[in-house]
C-alpha cells in the first residue's frame, strides 16, 4: 500500500466523493479510475450524457453534500474470489474488472467505502470526509480508457483540493493567470500561428507574426554559436531506414513515430508475391526491404556529416548546429498547441570531442542554455540530471562508459549554483542527460533546454579521429537544445510574456497613431525613417478617435505607441506611450527615440514588469 502525503489524500479521498456524487446523480455512470494529481484529482466515467458546466456545477453542489454527512473511510482487503463479487455488486464490472487484472497476483487488493459508495482502491485516504474543506472542479475533458485512443473515450472531470481555503483562492488565481496567458488564445489573437486541420493536427503553421518570433530567436542563438565556434549545417527531412536502424531509433521506437515510406515498387513487388500489410510490416522491421523514415532526430545524419571527412585530434571538438525539424508521432489526445505537435524545430547541436575536453564543452552547452534563460528573464530554474535505470533493457552500450557519462554530468551540474536532483530511468537510451526545468513568471515549471553526453552512437556508426599516437581513437558526442524544441519554447515564451514580449522579439515593435488624416504623411514619413533602421513599426491610417487607436495597440500589445498631433509634427516630436504605461511619457524627438529604440533592442530589455 502506497502511504500518500497528507495532501494527496485529500486529493484522493475528494476524487471518492466525487465519484459518489456522479452515482447519486447518475446511477447508469460506469466508473474507471480517479486518482489525485501534481495540481489535484480527476475521474474518468462512461456516460451517455455529455456533461456540461451545469453538470459540474450539480455535482459540486452533490459533493458538498456527501462531505457534510462525514463519512468514513474504511479500508476493506478480502481475496480475489470475494473482490470479484463485491465488484460486481457495485455494478462497476465494465472497468473495474479490467483494473483489478492489472494487480499482480500476489498483491493485497483492497477497497474504501464511506457512505454507500465503494470503489476499489490501494489507499490512502482521510479519515472523513469533512477534512476535505477546499476543492472545486474545474472542467471536463474527453480522455481513450487507458490512454489508447483505439479504447472508447471517456468523461474526465477534473479538479482541485487544498488543505486550506487560502491555499485553494491561490490556486485558482493561477490557473486564471494560466487562462489568460494560454498561448493558444494569444497565438490566435496576436496571429502568431495557426493549426489547421486541413494540414494535419499537430501540424504548425507559422503566421508572419509568428515567424518574426521565430526568426529572432533563431538569430540570437546563431549569434552566439558563431562567436562560439559552431559550424551551421543542413539535413534532409528524409532518410533511410538503415541509418536509424543502426541509431538504434528503429524499430525500437517506431510507435511514437511516423510510419516509414517504402521505396517506390516495393509494395507492387511484395503485392504480387501475396505478402500481406503485416509481412511489409515485418520486412522492414527485420532489414529485409528497405524504405525512408520522416527523421525522428537530426543526430545520425550530423554524425554522418562529421563522419564524411578524417579527422585528427587538431580538429576537435567539431561542433555542428541546425535548426532541423523532426518529426514524432504523439497520440491526439495528448496534441496542445505549440508545446505538444507532430512536427517541430530543434535548436539542436551535436559536438564530437576528445574525452578530455567534455567537461569544457559540457561547461560551454550550460553557459549557452544559462544565456538563453536569463536574456529572457527566466532565470528561476532548477536541473534534473536523467540517468539510466540499471532494471531496464532500453539503454545501449556498456556500464563503464555510462558510469564515465554520468560522473561528467554531475560534475558539470555542481559548477552551476542551482538545485539538482538525479532521476534513475530518465536518460535517453544512448546517454545522461541535463535538463532545464524552468519556472515561469506564475510558478509553473517547464521543461525546456537539454545537455546529453553519449558515448554510444559513436560506438555504433565506428567514429574515430587519429590521436597524437597516429592510432584511431574514438570521439565522445555531446548532444545540446538551449531552446528544445522552437515550438515548445515559443509557446511556454507566449505564455511566460503573457504576449507582451520584449521589444526585440515583438513582432511590431512600434505603432505611430495620427491623431487625423492630415497627419497621415507625416506619419508614414516617421515610418520610413524607422524602417530604415530595421524597426518593424506600421501606422495606424483609420479614420477613428484617438482612444480607439490607443485600445486596438493595447490589445495588440505593441510595446511603443507614437502619438503625432499637430504641434508633434510642427516640433518634429512625436508623444511617447508604452503599453505598460497608460500616460503619455512625453515627447521626444524623432531621432531621440529612435535612439533609444535601438539601444532597447541592441541590449535585450525585458519588458517592464507592470506588463
Partial sequence: MKVMTPLEEIRHSAAHVLAAAILRRYPEAQLDIGPPTDNGFYYDIDL????????????????????????????????????????????????????????????????????????????????????????????IAGAYHRGDEKNKQLQRIYGTAF?????????????EQARARDHR????????????????????????????????????????????????????????????????????????????????????????????????????DSGEIDGYLLKPMNCPMHIKIF???????????????????????????????????RGFTQDDAHLFCTADLIANEIAGCLDLVKLVFNTLGMADYRVRIGLRDSDSTKYVGDAEKWDRAENALREAAQTLGVNYSEEPGEAAFYGPKIDFVVKDVIGREWQLGTVQVDYNLPERFDLNYIG??????????????PFGSMERFCGVLIEHFAGNFPTWLAPEQVRILPMNDELVPRAREIENLLKAAKIRVTVDAVADKLGAKIRKAELDKVPHMLVLGKREAEEDKVAVRSRANKAL???????????ELLANIAAKTLPDPKD
Avoid at 488543505?163 to 490557473?175: G, Q, T
Avoid at 500561428?193 to 546563431?222: C, K, Y
Avoid at 567539431?318 to 498547441?337: C, D, I, K, M
Avoid at 511619457?585 to 535612439?595: D, F, H, I, P, R
Wanted: charged share 30%.
Fill in 163 to 175: 488543505a486550506s481555503k487560502d491555499e485553494l483562492e491561490e490556486h485558482l488565481e493561477r490557473l
Fill in 468 to 481: 597524437a599516437d597516429n592510432e584511431k581513437h574514438r570521439p565522445v558526442m555531446i548532444h545540446r537544445a
Fill in 307 to 341: 563522419d564524411s571527412q578524417p579527422h585528427s585530434y587538431r580538429d576537435l571538438p567539431v561542433r555542428l548546429a541546425e535548426f532541423g525539424t523532426v518529426y514524432r508521432w504523439e497520440q491526439s489526445g495528448e496534441l496542445n498547441g505549440l508545446t505538444r505537435v
Fill in 185 to 284: 488564445k494569444l497565438g490566435r489573437d496576436l496571429k502568431l500561428f495557426h493549426i489547421d486541420e486541413a494540414v494535419g493536427s499537430g501540424m504548425v503553421l507559422w503566421t508572419p507574426n509568428g515567424a518574426v518570433l521565430r526568426t529572432e530567436l533563431q538569430n540570437f542563438i546563431a549569434d552566439e554559436l558563431q562567436k562560439t565556434g559552431y559550424d551551421q549545417v543542413y539535413t534532409p527531412h528524409i532518410g533511410k531506414l538503415g541509418l536509424y536502424r543502426t541509431s538504434g531509433h528503429f524499430p525500437y521506437y517506431k510507435e511514437s513515430q511516423f510510419p516509414p515510406i517504402v521505396e517506390p515498387g516495393a509494395v507492387d513487388s511484395l503485392a504480387q508475391q501475396g505478402c500481406s500489410c503485416a509481412d511489409l510490416s515485418n520486412q522492414l
Fill in 585 to 595: 511619457e512625453g515627447t521626444k524627438s524623432v531621432n531621440q527615440l529612435l535612439a
Fill in 48 to 139: 451517455d450524457k455529455k456533461l456540461d458546466a451545469d453538470d459540474l456545477e450539480a455535482l459540486q453542489a452533490e459533493m458538498k453534500k456527501v462531505i457534510k454527512e462525514n463519512q468514513k473511510f474504511e479500508r476493506i482487503e478480502c481475496s480475489r474470489e470475494e473482490d470479484i463479487e463485491k465488484i460486481k455488486a457495485t455494478g462497476q464490472e465494465r472497468y473495474k474488472l479490467g483494473r483489478l487484472d492489472d494487480i499482480p497476483k500476489d498483491e493485497q487488493v483492497s477497497f474504501y467505502r464511506n457512505g454507500e459508495f465503494m470503489d476499489l482502491c490501494a489507499g490512502t485516504h482521510v479519515n472523513y470526509t469533512k477534512k476535505i474543506k477546499a476543492f472545486k472542479l474545474l472542467s
